[in-house]
């Protein structure tokens, strides 16, 4: 099993920045891959960011490229989503979550088997 936890959610004005962290413990041959996803209310799970941890590739969607950046920290077994020039629709429900790489399409929410219990964020303009 692989457990989850994040932290970093709050309030922030538009333009501002957020870290979330999402420190991960478990089994380590089943989060070989890891993402961050976000769920605004009365809208589908979207995934954001994604990192390849042994070679550290990352992915992003669209509407963060630039302005978000996943990475990692194996040390402390921690990933880390930094957020600068938030915009109200980045409003939402940030989830880690996790799995194999093997056969996995990146930033697809089901293909991850471990999701964490989520930080809230919130930007107003």
């Known amino acids: 099993q692989v457990q989850l936890v994040e932290s970093g959610g709050g309030s922030v004005r538009a333009g501002g920045s957020l870290r979330l962290s999402c420190v991960v413990s478990?089994?380590?041959?089943?989060?070989?891959?890891m993402a961050w996803f976000r769920q605004a209310p009365g809208k589908e799970r979207e995934g954001v960011a994604h990192?390849?941890?042994?070679?550290?590739?990352?992915l992003y969607a669209d509407s963060v490229k630039g302005r978000f950046t996943i990475s990692q920290d194996n040390a402390k077994n921690t990933v880390y989503l930094q957020m600068n020039s938030l915009k109200p629709e980045d409003t939402a429900m940030y989830y880690c979550a996790a799995n194999r790489c093997i056969g996995l399409t990146p930033l697809v929410a089901r293909m991850y088997n471990f999701w964490g219990q989520g930080t809230q964020v919130t930007v107003s303009s």
């Open positions: 990192i390849y941890q042994t070679s550290g590739t990352t």
């Open positions: 478990g089994d380590t041959s089943r989060r070989s891959c």
